[in-house]
T-cell receptor, first 113, second 113 residues
């Protein structure tokens, strides 16, 4: 079945550092890809998405490019802030049926001032 | 406007008891999903409703789990004869229709003693 593998955490960085969280997937068909974020004490929020190969999703300074050839959707940000501390989930949904989300295991990110 | 709401926010129950968890989706959203977030299994899909169609129950872990959606709006997830391994955060999400962005509620944290 479909699956998502994320870089294991936790990840700790200093403010203004460059961030990469790796995500690779296995899927049949043509999935859409997502990054969701869960801030402390809050629910899951969509951060960005891409629906086809070579699309780039971006939001709040974060970016991720849908790479079909490497089945990857790595999350990047050029300069992280303390407020980016959260748990990040990579996910996919198939284009058929329920289009339910299949999530990676999550990566906890802590940014120190 | 109002987001997805869930109740109760926390529930503590004894092993063997039945529990009901409620989800109020965003008004007008026809697709509704239940997910479970647990330490051992991560985030996993449970069940999906779309309009008046038969639900996709493929993620329900056992026949102790059931869900219904009344009037195409509110949904209730019922767990019968709860077990300790049912302890998790149960998340509800809705989308305007299948394939559109899923918006998550804050979750119900269930603890089975």
């Amino acid at each position: 079945g479909d699956s998502v593998t994320q870089m294991e955490g936790p990840v700790t960085l200093s403010e203004e550092a460059f961030l990469t969280i790796n995500c690779t997937y296995t899927a049949t068909g043509y999935p859409s890809l997502f990054w969701y974020v869960q801030y402390p004490g809050e629910g899951l929020q969509l951060l960005l998405k891409a629906t086809k190969a070579d699309d780039k999703g971006s939001n709040k300074g974060f970016e991720a490019t849908y790479r079909k050839e490497t089945t990857s959707f790595h999350l990047e940000k050029g300069s992280v802030q303390v407020s980016d501390s959260a748990v990040y989930f990579c996910a996919l949904s198939d284009y058929q049926g329920a289009q339910k989300l299949v999530f990676g295991q999550g990566t906890r990110l802590t940014i120190n001032p | 406007g109002a987001g997805v709401s869930q109740s109760p926010s926390n529930k503590v129950t004894e092993k063997g008891k039945d529990v009901e968890l409620r989800c109020d989706p965003i008004s007008g959203h026809t697709a509704l999903y239940w997910y479970r977030q647990s330490l051992g299994q991560g985030l996993e899909f449970l069940i999906y409703f779309q309009g008046n169609s038969a639900p996709d129950k493929s993620g329900l872990p056992s026949d102790r789990f059931s869900a219904e959606r009344t009037g195409g709006s509110v949904s209730t997830l019922t767990i019968q004869r709860t077990q300790q391994e049912d302890s998790a955060v149960y998340l509800c999400a809705s989308s305007s229709t299948t394939g559109e962005t899923q918006y998550f509620g804050p979750g119900t944290r269930l603890l089975v003693l």
